[in-house]
Each structure stands twice: as structure tokens, then as C-alpha cells.
């Protein structure tokens, strides 16, 4: 099958074809939005990040125990390009994957995927239940109680950020950047 250059578009249908779940699909909204925020900041390919913060998860409703492998059989299918699917099966490295992240793209996806989901969950217990007032010390507050988000493996968030090469805190500035762009649009 000739390889087409995805569009957001495609993307978001392909997402919502194998999740009904307005949880995962606002999670696939905010790590687009960050991974789009970052692409600025590293000046690299802005849609390219977004659309694959927005399918990073393709599987995960449907096929939680076959999570990246699944994802890799569809894109396969459809034909997307393989540096797509590749960033999209490092996500899960260490996790449901052997694949490791190398490239900054995915680096920088393995970093905010699981951030995002601690994130939503600081802004959710502020008053305000919004990240639009959201500060990352309330974040680094709250990373240090294993008890809150307890689901949210920060382990896998401190290798991202170290192989970011980058502060925790700075990470956490840049998550919390990224989602407020797409705030409204996933409730926060």
C-alpha cells in the first residue's frame, strides 16, 4: 500500500473508529497538544508531533492488553509511515514495548504521555478544576505523594525527562503549557 502523509484529520477519525471513551480521546487531545507545544520549542515538524500525540493510544480501549502492538497492526494496515508507528510503539518502551525512543520526537512522547494523566489529576483536585491556574510546584507537590494518581508510573516520566535532558519541573511547565492551548476542549 502507498504510504500518504497522515492529516490530523485522519488521525482523529482513526482515533474515535476504536475509541468511544471521552476520557482517552481528551487524553489523546492533550498529549497532541503538548507534543505540538514542544515541537515549537525544539523547532521541529508541529503537525507531524500532533498527529501522533493524537494516535499515540489507538489501541488502548479496545485492545488494553495488545497496548503499541495493536496500534502497530492497524497503522500497518492503513499505511501510515513507519517513523509514525515507530514513535507510536516507543511510547510503551519498557512497558508493552521493546522498542526504545531515540529519536527527540519520540523521547519527548514516552516524557509527556504519562505527565499529562498526573497533570489533569492536579488540576482536577485544585478549586478552580482547571490547569489554566495550574502551577508546576502544585504538581511537584503532589508528584511526591504516591498515594495521589497513584496509576501515573513516574518512573516512566523521569527517564523521559532524562533522556530529554531536562529538570522534572521544566517538563511539568511545558505539559502544563501545552494543555492549556486544548483546556476547554478537554475539560480543565
Request: with cysteine; charged share 35%; net charge negative.
Amino acid at each position: 500500500m502507498e504510504q500518504k502523509v497522515p492529516t490530523r484529520e485522519d488521525a482523529l477519525i482513526l482515533l474515535k473508529e476504536f475509541n468511544k471513551d471521552h476520557s482517552l480521546i481528551h487524553h489523546a487531545l492533550a498529549v497532541e497538544s503538548v507534543m505540538r507545544y514542544m515541537a515549537r520549542k525544539y523547532g521541529e515538524d508541529e503537525e507531524k508531533w500532533g498527529i501522533i500525540g493524537v494516535i499515540h493510544d489507538l489501541d488502548y480501549e479496545k485492545f488494553p492488553d495488545l497496548h503499541c502492538k495493536k496500534s502497530k497492526e492497524i497503522l500497518e494496515e492503513k499505511g501510515w509511515p513507519e517513523e509514525y508507528i515507530r514513535a507510536v510503539v516507543a511510547h510503551g518502551w519498557g512497558l508493552c514495548s521493546e522498542v526504545k525512543p531515540e529519536t527527540m520526537l519520540e523521547k519527548t512522547l514516552y516524557a509527556v504521555d504519562e505527565l499529562t494523566g498526573l497533570v489533569a489529576a492536579c488540576a482536577l483536585v485544585r478549586p478552580s478544576k482547571s490547569i489554566k491556574d495550574l502551577e508546576p510546584k502544585s504538581v511537584m507537590k503532589k508528584w511526591k505523594q504516591k498515594g495521589f494518581a497513584a496509576g501515573v508510573n513516574r518512573e516512566v516520566i523521569e527517564q523521559g525527562a532524562d533522556m530529554l535532558g531536562i529538570e522534572l519541573k521544566d517538563l511539568v511547565a511545558d505539559v502544563i503549557g501545552g494543555m492549556r492551548k486544548v483546556s476547554d476542549e478537554i475539560g480543565l
